[in-house]
């Protein structure tokens, strides 16, 4: 690992925890480095995207600064996304700056969400940085629907880049999305390949963010129905195991690997949330599923911005952290109720 490649945002004053109004705990951020992907998932944006101007993207000196600041107040998990974070320019450099916190002991686990498209690239450095475990998002095993649910991707880079990831020693997990009349004949299929390849699994709820030319609910698949469906051929049993995200994880006794269920919408996961997601602009949002956020980039460039304000702002933007979301999905769901793209928040 790295000792720290930018600017002196060491050393800043701890003042505690981080603690919402509901006394819950903030030890576990989420970064989006960037809104640019080199995919078009379906249920993710739109295929046409306008981007942000690049001036608007705090500078990679600037999430480091940010980044810092929050692990000085407690958070011990720090998990990179974007839209794809390994097609921001020269993201490495702040994975290498980031990973000073592993060495100091400040930080235990400095992650990524990833689409894999580029991982075969970046896997051996990623691990040198003390990346221990990586998410690839996957939701088929087959290239045409593969090249239909991303629009542009490409499923033989992804399984190079997991291969790569594998070989670098990095656990895997992959999320799938669970899609009705899409991807849910090949669930099972996907759990046996993950777990003969010693990763695991974890399926999502598609989630209404944004427009993205779509309507969900004709993809909408409950994981209620579908672990009703995996129960008739494998035995799952509720574990403890928890990640610091939201999934709520079982064993599964015929294969032995661990499969994750993220269920936002059939049972949402808010009352032991510990997360908060920063945005690539500085935007401090307080829960994926509602529109509470906070503004920290006016704060960093402020003429005189220090440790003691970053953490004051940090303070007074969690205090709008809300009990929880309520999305909603449905017919009589005409728009998204966040307007948002998934892209823009990370995850």
Request: hydrophobic share 40%; with cysteine.
């Amino acid at each position: 690992m790295a000792a720290g490649l930018f600017a002196p945002a060491e050393h800043l004053p701890a003042t505690g925890p981080i603690i919402d109004p509901f006394g819950r705990t903030i030890s576990y951020l989420r970064v989006s480095v960037t809104d640019r992907c080199d995919f078009r998932c379906t249920y993710c944006m739109a295929e046409n995207m306008t981007f942000l101007p690049k001036q608007d993207l705090l500078t990679l000196e600037e999430l480091d600064r940010l980044c810092a600041a929050f692990v000085a107040r407690g958070v011990r998990r720090l998990r990179l996304t974007g839209g794809e974070p390994l097609v921001r320019k020269n993201i490495m450099n702040l994975v290498r700056s980031l990973s000073r916190h592993l060495d100091s002991g400040a930080l235990d686990e400095l992650t990524l969400t990833t689409n894999g498209s580029q991982l075969a690239r970046y896997a051996k450095e990623l691990a040198e940085c003390g990346v221990r475990r990586i998410n690839v998002s996957l939701d088929t095993l087959d290239p045409e629907k593969f090249r239909a649910i991303t629009r542009w991707g490409d499923l033989a880079k992804v399984m190079a880049g997991i291969d790569a990831a594998l070989d670098a020693g990095i656990a895997v997990k992959l999320n799938a999305v669970a899609l009705k009349g899409q991807n849910e004949d090949e669930l099972v299929p996907m759990l046996r390949f993950a777990h003969g390849r010693g990763m695991d699994l974890t399926l999502i709820e598609t989630m209404p963010m944004g427009e993205t030319g779509e309507d969900r609910t004709d993809r909408y698949l409950p994981l209620s129905t579908v672990r009703a469906r995996l129960e008739r051929e494998f035995t799952l049993t509720d574990l403890a195991y928890r990640t610091g995200g939201p999934a709520r994880y079982v064993r599964v006794g015929e294969t032995g690997g661990r499969l994750g269920f993220i269920t936002p919408l059939t049972h949402n996961f808010c009352e032991s949330c510990n997360r908060v997601r920063l945005t690539c602009t500085g935007t401090l949002y307080l829960c994926l599923g509602q529109n509470d956020a906070a503004d920290l980039r006016d704060v960093l460039r402020a003429p005189g911005s220090d440790a003691a304000t970053l953490s004051a702002a940090i303070d007074a933007a969690v205090a709008l952290k809300p009990k929880g979301h309520d999305f909603v999905i449905g017919r009589g769901a005409s728009k998204p109720k966040i307007a948002r793209h998934m892209n823009v928040t990370g995850g």
